[in-house]
Nanobody, 124 residues
Framework: QVQLVESGGGLVQAGDSLRLSCAAS????????IGWFRQAPGKEREFAAA????????YYADSVKGRFTIFRDDAKNTVYLQMDSLKPEDTAVYYC?????????????????WGQGTQVTVSS
């Protein structure tokens, strides 16, 4: 099985950028579809972005499209989420997750493994 560890979160101002990392161990990320989800204070967890096992397909929620980019580095066994033009509404705990199926990119109940999350806070 795969273990996932997120890092790269922090406190930034609106308009700034952050790059989150999802480092995998125990298995290759090429085996899985990797998704990023986020949970804002008092809100349900929601889909943000995903990348296919091959890296050839990426998917984004409308709320982050054009601002966030998901990509992978197989040599480092890591998936990244580049977040640009951050807004206060992006404030959330961000989780990466791995799916064995790959038939759905946005449903969290179809992801099998989850990281512990990393906090992103965007101030006005």
């Amino acid at each position: 099985q795969v273990q996932l560890v997120e890092s790269g979160g922090g406190l930034v101002q609106a308009g700034d950028s952050l790059r989150l990392s999802c480092a995998a161990s125990g298995d290759s990320i090429s085996t899985y579809q990797i998704g990023w989800f986020r949970q804002a204070p008092g809100k349900e967890r929601e889909f943000a972005a995903a990348i296919s096992w091959s890296g050839g397909n990426t998917y984004y929620a409308d709320s982050v499209k054009g601002r966030f980019t998901i990509f992978r580095d197989d040599a480092k066994n890591t998936v990244y989420l580049q977040m640009d033009s951050l807004k206060p509404e992006d404030t959330a705990v961000y989780y990466c997750a791995a799916s064995l199926t790959g038939w759905s990119h946005s449903r969290e109940d179809e992801y099998d493994y989850w990281g512990q999350g990393t906090q992103v806070t965007v101030s006005s």
